[in-house]
Nanobody, 121 residues
């Protein structure tokens, strides 16, 4: 019933920018923490950024100062603004959210399908 739909990935040159979006839909009671993960070729999936329902954020060291996570609670959407992109940012980016479905009494983990971000000259 609950889905996360991602958009905004693509090919960009080093130093360029992209903005990823992830919208939750379905029978939702509430959305709590949301975040972005990424997985580069040959590497494990890593947490990139998180944001709480109250707007508190944290980032992995490698993206601090370049990436900004934000959310629009009215739209059930989380964003990742990526600036000053580097080749090492190339990865599949996954949206994640802790969501309480309507009529349920606990939260569950939900994942987007992933969107490819390629940084190359």
């Amino acid at each position: 019933q609950v889905q996360l739909v991602e958009s905004g990935g693509g090919l960009v040159q080093p130093g360029g920018s992209l903005r990823l979006s992830c919208a939750a839909s379905g029978s939702i009671f509430g959305i709590y923490a949301m975040g972005w993960y990424r997985q580069a070729p040959g590497k494990t999936r890593e947490l990139v950024a998180t944001i709480t329902s109250g707007g508190s954020t944290n980032y992995t060291t490698s993206v601090k100062g370049r990436f900004t996570i934000s959310r629009d609670n009215a739209k059930n959407t989380v964003y990742l603004q990526m600036n000053s992109l580097k080749p090492e940012d190339t990865a599949v980016y996954y949206c994640h959210a802790d969501i309480r479905p309507l009529l349920f009494f606990r939260t569950y983990d939900y994942w987007g399908q992933g969107t490819q971000v390629t940084v190359s000259s």
